[in-house]
């Protein structure tokens, strides 16, 4: 089956078409510069753009940059304010006239990783971190998504952990790559005693870099860099859309 992934981003909405039987991208990537301000309808017009553009027409996949808890927008990060409390699944379906599934956009990183990436055909609990301006997180076990646990704003050092070891946070402090590494690894050991995962998977900028500071984390956890990079945003948000067609299908069947 193929189904049209969407990553909606700060500076860029980018999608392509995903067979989701092997994660691989049936289209070309295409990118839509992201309105400026990125209103709820702008947006919404730029996301039927896309859709346009690829002539699709069936469920579609959307990561958004936001917690997200039954389709509607409860915080906005790197987006307009205005998102907050719309319901992003109900907008993004009217502008398309098509079904519009909208997950948290590191969730539908998670996903991805966990299907076709780095975590592929593993069992058990699994946390991915995406470490860039902020640190993004997807908490998984048994391919199961525990949904928008936004770990990076889990308090961590007096502050927000994002704000104590994000990649944006080493730039800053001009931190060496093991002077971070320290740093990080201090967080993923308060992860790990709070979640007890077996896998560690990191995205995001940082996860480039993973040779320069994986000799510093300790965790008993295994930990491997993310391998899907940007296009992980987009295939696992078709992966999303595919698990939500499915189950609304099984609803109606009982019905």
């Not at 996301?47 to 027409?57: E, Q």
Request: charged share 20%; with cysteine; net charge neutral.
């Amino acid at each position: 089956m193929e189904i049209l992934g969407i990553d909606i981003g700060g500076s860029g909405i980018k999608g392509a078409i995903v067979n989701i039987e092997d994660g691989s991208l049936v289209t070309g990537r295409h990118r839509i510069s992201t309105p400026q301000p990125a209103t709820p309808r702008a947006v919404a017009e730029t996301v039927k753009a896309l859709v346009d553009h690829f002539k699709y027409t069936g469920p579609i996949g959307c990561g958004f940059p936001a917690l997200i808890q039954h389709g509607v927008a409860k915080t906005a990060s790197n987006i307009d304010k205005t998102w907050v409390d719309i319901d992003v699944e109900k907008l993004l379906s009217e502008a398309t006239g098509e079904n519009v599934f909208v997950v948290n956009d590191a969730d539908a990183a998670g996903l991805a990783e966990l299907k076709f990436g780095a975590g592929n055909g593993h069992n058990g609990v699994a946390l991915v971190l995406t470490i860039g301006t902020g640190i993004g997180s997807a908490l998984i076990n048994n391919g199961v998504l525990l949904p928008c646990t936004e770990l990076g704003h889990l308090e961590f050092k007096g502050g927000d952990a994002e704000k104590y070891c994000s990649d944006a946070t080493r730039e800053k402090k001009d931190l060496s790559w093991k002077t971070w590494g320290k740093r990080f690894n201090k967080y993923l050991l308060h992860l790990e005693m709070l979640f007890s995962p077996d896998l560690f998977i990191l995205g995001g900028g940082a996860s480039k870099k993973f040779d320069l500071y994986k000799n510093q984390l300790t965790v008993k956890a295994t930990v491997v860099p993310a391998t899907l990079r940007n296009l992980a945003g987009i295939i696992g948000a078709a992966c999303y859309a595919d698990s939500m067609t499915k189950l609304q299908q099984e609803s109606t069947q009982k019905k």
